[in-house]
């Protein structure tokens, strides 16, 4: 049987009032709940919190990690990281913070084109985080802080590793620097990864190697009272302080040789310029010099904005890195491999000869394409042309070969591309073609490729740019007829804990085959020619030498001479006058070093550039004691 | 004479204003509450604020927003809004469908709906469409619910719930389960279900830690040992406990709280500002407020007693009762009795969306406390 209910109203008032009822009950039963909390927080506790928060509290202090240091191929240091003072600023210590600021700077502390950068930084970090405003302090600026020091408050005196640099500017382009974290990298970073670190990797190794170099910090938990300064734990609280240990970052083995180094570095020492020597039968970087250079010591400790102008507005551009970014026409030096791209096309043959008068013009064309060598150099085969470097034959090989098939080849051995050397900033210069043209000009007859384009790029000028890596490499390819290998400047990573080593295995790059092996050494014996042959462009460079050189020289032209003017480099300014310009390798038998040389307006590549990489040759083939 | 003046004057004023609280349908005595709550809101908040006055401005305007929604939603006749509940469930459901499939993310959870010209929560209206629809179905049937009554109401709760747990956002689902609940506990659900249902809950306890967010397991382990992860979850949850001890019996001021004014105390405008009176106004001031919210409830629920309908009775005291769930978590969790859920302090946390939804809710409660007087007259 089913009951049928229907609506009672006054039972269910009944039954709302009763719930209502008990409702209200349990309302201020948990009412009287929440204040008994309060209650035991505020007057059974108080004590305890009172404690807490207002005589003690537990600062967080970080304990940053020592970062990895760098050493060169033989071991030696050259980034290591020494005890420093610098000084830390805790916001919710300093009061008044713009005011704390503006004493700093009046004390001297701080410069005042500083302030601003300085202020950022504080405010992007927690209020009790103590955040590195200046580093390296000297023995007077610790004094001045001292004396001022109760005027300072929040403002902290800490000993801290702070990286150093003890060849200072020898390598500074390879090695890079340290600096400030600034607003740019903390929107790149991991801001957590960072507390307590006030550097971190701007440039060159320092910073392609950052994740390696870093390490992990650690922290550990202080009492300190209201002025922040640290109190004897107190009983039954320390179990509460916790602490990690930092880890230090991974130690970095170079490839570079810094006493290598700094013989290429006093070779080109006043000029402007690079040298970059490899390893042909690895990829390791053992020079990688740019002049003029700079001290990153001054980066590590805190560059002043002063300082820094004075390095950006130097006309030299110290901080320019010549052998990554700079791009310069290869002139001749690219004419061994022009030659071997004509064999290698059956364009040419080695025995065939050009007679050359000083000059060169394509079919009905007036423009005339000179020779350096106002006279000709006569009747010229392949060996002579590469020997005396004669400009005729290859505006007339390059012609023969085309454009097309010019790019094809210069691509093949890299031109045109970054080399993937393992640090960030690297330009790949241009390797032109029509394709090139038409994309890179707006206007429409611009995108034209005239015939004369090709033909300068039989000597490496015209719109032809290269890097002086790019350029090593190249040469340290030819080195190993067709093997090459990404550039790099890391070569092991070693556990600062453990010790072990990781070595990194040379990457090899697809090699260039050609058809017929003997071309190489068809080439590479007139490279040999140019430093030893009758009438070789650098016979100075090889002089006394117990090893042969094969090289080529080079001059890229800054100032296009006019059709019949003679160029005369007594008459053209400085910053005018041509690059110089040497690639080589050594021993031509068995080759060790393949090297570029490249002197801004040095004039003749013979006379400016070969003897700089003469001097690297000498160092590393005979220790020197040639 | 002169005395006597002035007394009568006084008198016209109160009759007139009580005139004119009726004719808007107004309860006196609930508005104190709210406007005597919310003021002392602002006033913490401008403290809690530190220097951010715009932030300050903004939210007096947002309660003048409040105000303004709760007073027209009191003239709708009651009848008007049983008739509507269902139809606003439906709508709440579809947007919220639509959020799942559609939402913006924001803050790593799927909570807002993009229509052209605002960004709004759905799961807010659901706060009050639950309750109404399970009112309005409750309303057509005998009370005490039968056990095909309670299957049904559940069902109604359940799946908006679910779908407000998914976005994630578990205060809120907290407080939709818990204004559907009321209507069914005010209607009158057998003790004997309740006791089943709490054993249910007692039994599926495993089954939602596994379902849980990794943050959302995190802020229940936190609850249980804070020092476990100072650094983390925890650091809230210490940080406002220091600020509540701390203050003592009469509290170091306002403005004078150093963890809320030196920025120790996270989120101190928002989710954690009661730790901020607890520090700022002792346990005093904490009383005083929890006082105000007893009062509140109160008087809603004793509104509710004089309705003379299942509607418009189970609602009214649905929302009563939800501003005191409202009210427990908050406090609760500040003070480290709960786990860290995020609902804001009713009529005190910055927040518009919330504060708006409360009082329309009141708004809502006087509209059906006056229609009764209608009826009655």
């Known amino acids: ?11 269910e008032q009944r039954v709302f009032l009763q719930r209502a009822l008990v409702a209200s009950v349990v ?18 506790q108080h004590e305890h919190y009172s404690v807490l928060s207002q005589g003690n509290r537990a600062r967080i202090e970080p304990l940053p990690p020592n970062r990895g240091i760098i050493v060169d191929r033989a071991g030696r240091m050259i980034a290591e990281n020494t005890p420093a003072y610098q000084l830390e600023l805790v916001r919710e210590q300093a009061g008044d913070l713009d005011a704390t600021l503006a004493r700093l700077e009046r004390f001297g502390l701080l410069e005042r084109d500083d302030v601003g950068r300085v202020r950022q930084l504080v405010l992007s970090r927690r209020s009790f985080e103590a955040v590195p405003i200046r580093l390296q302090l000297d023995d007077e600026e610790i004094a001045r802080y001292a004396v001022h020091r109760h005027e300072l408050p929040g403002v902290l005196l800490e000993t801290r590793m702070a990286r150093h640099y003890p060849y200072g500017p020898v390598g500074a382009h390879a090695l890079g620097y340290v600096g400030t974290i600034s607003e740019d990298d903390l929107a790149r970073i991991d801001k957590e990864r960072y507390f307590g670190t006030g550097v971190i990797g701007k440039t060159g190794v320092e910073r392609a190697y950052e994740a390696e170099l870093l390490g992990s910090g650690g922290y550990r938990e202080v009492l300190v009272n209201a002025e922040g300064r640290p109190v004897d734990t107190l009983e039954g609280q320390s179990g509460q302080l916790r602490s990690r240990a930092p880890q230090a970052g991974r130690e970095l083995r170079l490839t570079l040789d810094i006493e290598l180094q700094r013989v290429a570095e006093q070779a080109m020492a006043g000029r402007r310029g690079a040298v970059v020597a490899i390893d042909p039968w690895n990829g390791d970087v053992l020079v990688l010099a740019s002049l003029p250079s700079f001290d990153p010591n001054g980066f590590a400790r805190g560059i002043s904005r002063r300082d820094y102008l004075a390095l950006t507005e130097d006309p030299d551009q110290p901080l320019f890195n010549r052998v990554l970014r700079g791009t310069y026409p290869p002139g001749s030096t690219i004419k061994p491999i022009m030659a071997l791209a004509g064999l290698e096309y059956d364009v040419v043959r080695p025995e065939d000869t050009v007679i050359c008068r000083g000059q060169f013009s394509l079919p009905n064309s007036r423009h005339r394409f000179r020779d350096w060598k106002r006279a000709g150099h006569g ?36 031109f045109g591309a970054p080399t993937g050397i ?9 390797m032109p073609s029509p394709q090139w043209k038409k994309s890179t000009f707006r206007q429409r007859e611009q995108q034209v490729w005239f015939p004369g384009e090709t033909v300068i790029l039989g000597i490496g000028q015209g719109y032809w740019t290269a890097t002086p890596l790019q350029l090593a490499k190249a040469t340290a390819l030819l080195a190993t007829r067709g093997r090459h290998f990404r550039p790099r400047l890391v070569r092991a990573y070693v556990d600062p804990v453990t010790g072990a080593v990781e070595v990194r295995a040379p990457e090899p ?3 260039v085959e050609l058809k017929q092996r003997a071309n190489w050494e068809t080439i590479v014996d007139a490279m040999v020619a140019v430093t030893s042959g009758p009438r070789g462009t650098a016979l100075r460079a090889s002089r006394g030498a117990a090893y042969s050189i094969a090289g080529k020289t080079g001059t890229a032209q800054v100032y296009s001479v006019g059709q019949t003017e003679k160029y005369d480099e007594s008459k053209v300014a400085e910053r005018l006058r041509d690059h110089a310009l040497f690639v080589a390798f050594a021993p031509a038998e068995a080759p060790r070093l393949a090297i570029a040389v490249l002197v801004e307006n040095g004039g003749h590549g013979s006379s400016a550039a070969a003897p700089i990489a003469r001097a690297v040759f000498d160092a590393y083939l005979a220790g020197g004691k040639d | 004479m002169y005395h006597e003046r ?36 602002l006033f913490v908040l401008y403290s809690a604020a530190g220097d ?29 809004l049983r008739m509507l509940a269902p139809v606003v469930f439906l709508f709440g459901l579809v947007l919220l469908a639509l959020v799942a499939v559609a939402g913006d993310v924001g803050k790593g959870a799927q909570r807002w709906l993009d229509i052209g010209v605002v960004r709004f929560q759905p799961s807010e209206i659901m706060k009050l469409a639950v309750p109404m629809m399970c009112a309005w179905y409750l309303h057509q049937r005998p009370l005490p619910p039968s056990l095909r009554d309670v299957i049904a109401v559940l069902l109604m709760i359940l799946v908006p719930v679910l779908l407000i747990a998914e976005q994630p956002d578990l205060g809120t689902a907290l407080l939709v389960a818990a204004a559907g609940v009321f209507v069914l506990v005010l209607g009158g659900l057998s003790p004997a279900y309740l006791l089943a249902g709490v054993a249910v809950v007692g039994a599926a306890v495993p089954l939602v830690w596994s379902l849980m967010h990794d943050y959302q397991r995190q802020r229940l382990l ?32 306002w403005t004078n709280g150093s963890q809320a004014q030196l920025e120790f105390l996270p989120e101190r405008s928002t989710d954690f500002i009661f730790a901020v009176i607890g520090e700022e106004f002792g346990l005093l001031g904490l009383i005083a407020l929890l006082a105000g919210y007893l009062f509140i409830v109160a008087r809603g629920l004793y509104m509710a007693a004089q309705c003379r309908d299942a509607f418009t009775r189970l609602l009214s005291g649905s929302i009563a009762l939800t501003f005191f769930v409202y009210v427990f978590v908050n406090a609760g969790m500040v003070t480290g009795l709960l786990p860290v859920v995020g609902l804001p302090l009713p009529l005190v946390s910055y927040g518009g969306t919330s504060l708006v939804t409360l009082l329309a809710g009141f708004g809502i409660l006087m509209a059906l406390y006056s229609s009764r007087k209608l009826l009655g007259s």
């Open chain 2, 52 to 80: 951010n006055t715009a932030l300050w401005l903004n939210q007096l305007v947002r309660f003048g927003i409040g105000v303004a929604v709760m007073i027209a939603l009191a003239q709708v006749p009651d009848h008007f």
């Open chain 2, 222 to 253: 936190t609850l249980l040992d804070p020092q476990s992860d100072a650094l983390g979850a925890g650091y809230h949850i210490i940080q406002s406990q220091i600020a509540i001890g701390s203050g003592g019996m009469f509290g170091k001021g």
């Open chain 1, 509 to 511: 790059l697809p090699p």
């Open chain 1, 379 to 414: 009747t010229v085969d392949m060996h002579n042309a590469v020997m005396q470097s004669c400009d005729v034959y290859f505006y007339r090989l390059a012609n023969a070969l085309g454009i097309e098939r010019i790019h094809a080849a210069m691509t093949r051995i890299g």
């Open chain 1, 27 to 44: 309302v201020t039963a948990l009412m009287l709940l929440l204040s008994g909390r309060a209650f035991w927080l505020q007057v059974l």
């Open chain 2, 6 to 41: 002035g007394a009568s004057r006084t008198r016209r004023t109160v009759t007139a204003t009580t005139r004119l609280m009726r004719a808007l349908h107004l309860d006196g005595m609930l508005l104190a509450g709210l406007v005597a709550v919310g003021l002392f809101g």
């Open chain 1, 1 to 11: 049987m089913r009951r049928v209910r229907i609506k009672d109203e006054i039972l």
């Open chain 1, 422 to 430: 393992d640090i960030g900033g690297e330009r790949g210069g241009i």
